[in-house]
């Protein structure tokens, strides 16, 4: 059957007034929240809370009402990840260390900071072994060290060294992924090792080690969650959204270090003790990014161009803010 709708010319006039009132934007934004859309989400298995909304299932549920589904694609580090966010193969990515945004800013990337997780200091650190004759920062000096590539260790380790009057050109770096790193640590291949939660609180159970430094008033250690800012312009609903749980899992993991604990052991395939001791020193404080919260952004830059691992100089202010009450 075929309906038909006839409308007056005082009806379309105080339709369009209606319109009219609530303005292009929200008729716009209205239009995209019916069309069906595959969110692509990536994390790393670092990813905290991201990996609790993976378990529960909690995106795809508050998702379902926008008519949006979710896909998942897990990463072995953050500057990857990114690379795939720029080139268009994810729309969303979990939360990735501070320095990683610095690298895809030089290479052009248009990124949306969606949000920021509050400082989070002793959650990386330089180690040695238990038994290294290495007992200051100071003595990495011609010493190999691992480490992931534009992670936030890798600002944590030329921070240290600058502190000690080193530079970066004084140590060898070896770049390894946290299995990697830990392998290499184990068998003796590097001098030194610097990590971050949960393997650093792995390796601080599992094995002989010791603390040479933590980011503890060199390197505050803030994560980013990032989106391509041409889905974040066409999509803010769904930022809206993810921005939203992940506030509220940040709050649940801390008031629930026990549950949160025992939720990711399996995920994570470590100990509950070991994880609650890593989310420990993880402060899971999601808030907006704003502008003036930067400073430390172009701190990180600014030290990479100066040891020649930026290809430019960067403005960390150059870039889109998500503004999840607007």
């Known amino acids: ?41 990536g994390y790393q298995k670092s990813s905290t809370l991201i990996a609790v909304l993976k378990v529960q299932g909690t995106l ?46 030089a290479a052009g990337a248009d990124l949306t900071f969606l949000a920021q997780e509050a400082p989070s200091p002793a959650a990386q650190a330089i180690v ?5 004759p290495i007992k200051t920062v100071a003595d990495l000096k011609g010493k190999k060290i691992g480490f992931a590539k534009a992670a936030g260790v890798h600002y944590l380790l030329i921070a240290a060294l600058d502190k000690a009057g080193l530079s970066f050109r004084d140590i ?41 430094a933590d980011g503890a008033g060199i390197a505050s250690y803030q994560r980013y969650y990032l989106a391509r800012s041409k889905f974040a312009k066409a999509r803010p609903d769904v930022l809206r959204v993810v921005y939203a749980e992940l506030e509220k899992t940040g709050k649940w993991v801390k008031q629930n270090p ?16 070991t994880i609650e001791q890593a ?9 907006p990014v704003v502008a003036e919260g930067l400073g430390e952004q172009q701190r990180i830059a600014d030290a990479f161009f100066s040891e020649k691992l930026l290809p430019r100089k960067i403005n960390a202010l ?3 803010l998500f503004k999840p009450g607007a």
């Open 128 to 132: 040695v072994r238990e038994d290294s």
């Open 258 to 273: 026990k549950e949160a604990a025992a939720l990711l052991s399996p995920v994570w395939g470590l100990d509950a003790a």
């Open 318 to 320: 150059d870039v889109a």
């Open 172 to 212: 060898e770096p070896a770049y390894l992924t946290p299995a990697d790193g830990r392998a290499a640590f184990e068998k003796g291949a590097i001098d030194a090792w610097v990590v971050w939660d949960p393997f650093l609180s792995a390796a601080q159970r599992q094995s002989k080690v010791r603390v040479l």
């Open 1 to 41: 059957m075929t309906t038909t709708f006839k409308f007056s010319r005082r009806t379309a006039i105080a339709s369009l007034g209606a319109l009219a009132a609530i303005g292009p934007g929200a008729v716009l934004a209205q239009g995209a929240a019916t069309r069906p859309i595959s969110v692509r989400l």
């Open 60 to 105: 795809e549920k508050q998702l379902a009402p926008l008519n949006a589904t979710l896909s998942w694609h897990e990463f072995t580090s953050g500057l990857p990840l990114l690379e795939a966010l720029n080139l268009d193969n994810l729309d969303i990515s979990a939360d990735v260390a501070d320095t990683v945004p610095v690298f895809a800013q």
């Open 279 to 287: 989310n420990n020193r993880r402060s899971y404080a999601v808030r």
